[in-house]
T-cell receptor, first 113, second 114 residues
Framework: AQSVTQLDSQVPVFEEAPVELRCNYS??????LFWYVQYPNQGLQLLLK??????LVESINGFEAEFNKSQTSFHLRKPSVHISDTAEYFC???????????FGTGTRLTVIP | DAGITQSPRHKVTETGTPVTLRCHQT?????MYWYRQDPGHGLRLIHY???????DKGEVSDGYSVSRSKTEDFLLTLESATSSQTSVYFC?????????????FGPGTRLTVT
């Protein structure tokens, strides 16, 4: 069965510092991987996705994530965070050909001025 | 903007009363989903639909029913609301007729059962 683990429920970081949000998954078959961001009182927005090809994927606002099949991980990184990055981040996995997404429990990123 | 609206956006109701939440899409996508979001649990799938009148259960379907009589509308019903159903409910759509299967989410409905 699929599962997604986000080990850090809260991550405080100072503005302009780097950050890594960790995501590990378990699945016995090929997967698609996603990161979603949720700003306060809003729905989830797709941040980036891995479907196939290059294991390093990037978003338009400077985030990147790397698919590591051997470690079953899809960690999200940003080299320099901004106040506006304060939000909750969810990792999600879908087995190829499946209908559903399985979500992690989320990581609340707080950027400190 | 993925063309998804949810109504109502906020609702307070009493234990034992029926509640229906509506999700409306303008994208004509086949797949629609209902999730609930609770602290410490992330998002959990309640029910989903893969076409008009075609629905299936998700991870936490007990106490919920759904209906889809038109492509654009997906209704979630709590037949007799309980306090454990206090949550934020999100609708999502997926254009599964393309190779990419990401989901797009509505703004959410905050439901409080007193």
């Amino acid at each position: 069965a699929q599962s997604v683990t986000q080990l850090d429920s809260q991550v405080p970081v100072f503005e302009e510092a780097p950050v890594e949000l960790r995501c590990n998954y378990s699945s016995s078959v090929s997967v698609y991987l996603f990161w979603y961001v949720q700003y306060p009182n809003q729905g989830l927005q797709l941040l980036l996705k891995y479907l196939s090809g290059s294991t390093l994927v990037e978003s338009i606002n400077g985030f990147e994530a790397e698919f590591n099949k051997s470690q079953t991980s899809f960690h999200l990184r940003k080299p320099s965070v901004h106040i506006s990055d304060t939000a909750e981040y969810f990792c999600a996995v879908s087995e190829t050909g499946a209908n559903n997404l399985f979500f992690g429990t989320g990581t609340r990123l707080t950027v400190i001025p | 903007d993925a063309g998804i609206t949810q109504s109502p956006r906020h609702k307070v109701t009493e234990t034992g009363t029926p509640v229906t939440l509506r999700c409306h899409q303008t994208e004509n996508h086949r797949y629609m989903y209902w999730y609930r979001q609770d602290p410490g649990h992330g998002l959990r799938l309640i029910h989903y639909s893969y076409g008009v009148k075609d629905t299936d259960k998700g991870e936490v379907s007990d106490g919920y029913s759904v209906s889809r009589s038109k492509t654009e509308d997906f209704l979630l019903t709590l037949e007799s609301a309980t306090s454990s159903q206090t949550s934020v409910y999100f609708c999502a759509i997926s254009a599964r007729d393309r190779i990419v299967y990401e989901q797009y989410f509505g703004p959410g409905t905050r439901l409080t059962v007193t």
